[in-house]
């Protein structure tokens, strides 16, 4: 049996506060020298993701923009992805909607529903909102799938969802920001398209482990074998009802650190 792991970024592996991921190195030097896929499930954007992997000088497979798209690395692992499509130095699995048509719906309702998205944003706006460092922001404006924004009255959320569906979108909402999103699409539905391309590859059974911390990552956790919770920033738990779901004691990358060294 193989083990792979899928992770939140954002108050997971990351800090909410600092984006620090220090806590979190020892394990991954273990799920390295385990030989464990590291999948970073997140809705931030391929290009942020590689530079991040860049940092770490690891390079895995991942989903990106809420399970938008799942990419491997050519060559990863001398595994043979060769059956999906091909993108630059990746093998893709695309569920999501090309961003044109999530725009097309956020700038036809924008000013209706008070959102205020990414595309929309300063960079002095994006800042104060993410507080990433300045570096960081043009990356997390070059979007492929998905549209975060924020909606100034919460009240209207179901109208506007039901407004979204017509369109083939729906909204989720994570650690800052809501996600308008293709209705094909969540970490779930990527994560378990990605168990089954690693069950093909590997000719294997797989046992999967998910990490979360916020509402956007319940549909991962409810797809995967050992689903964890971290504890978020305010030190509160995601309320889930999934069965068997394990919690970290401490937040952030530290209680990342903590469930991951137990689980493998």
Known sequence: MKTIIFTDLDGTFLNHDNYSYQ????AVSKVLDENIPLIFTTSKTKIEV??????????????????????FPK???????????????????????????????????????????FSDMNNWELMKYTR????????????????????????????????????GIKITKGG?????????????????????????VYKDKIKSIALGDGQNDI?????????IIIKNHKG???????????????KGSTGWGEMVLKNV
């Open 23 to 26: 806590d979190s190195l020892k």
């Open 50 to 71: 590689e530079m991040l992997q860049k940092r770490l000088k690891i390079k895995e497979p991942f989903i990106i923009e809420n399970g938008a798209a799942i990419f």
């Open 75 to 117: 060559d990863y692992k001398n595994l043979d992805f060769s059956f999906l499509d091909e993108y630059e130095n990746y093998f893709i699995y695309q569920l999501g909607l090309p961003y044109k048509k999530i725009l097309e719906f956020y700038n036809k309702y924008k000013k209706e529903y008070e959102m205020v998205g």
């Open 132 to 167: 990433l460092e300045s570096s960081f922001i043009r990356l997390a404006k070059l979007r492929n799938f998905t549209e975060p924004f924020i909606l100034n009255d919460s009240s209207r959320l179901k109208e506007l969802e039901t407004r979204a569906f017509d369109y």
């Open 176 to 200: 800052r920001f809501y996600h308008l999103i293709g209705i094909d699409q969540d970490k779930g539905k990527a994560v378990e398209q990605a168990i089954e391309i690693f069950k093909k």
């Open 219 to 227: 549909p991962m956790l409810e797809n995967v074998d050992v689903p």
């Open 236 to 250: 509160e738990y995601l309320n889930s009802q999934i069965k068997n779901i394990q919690k970290s004691t401490y």
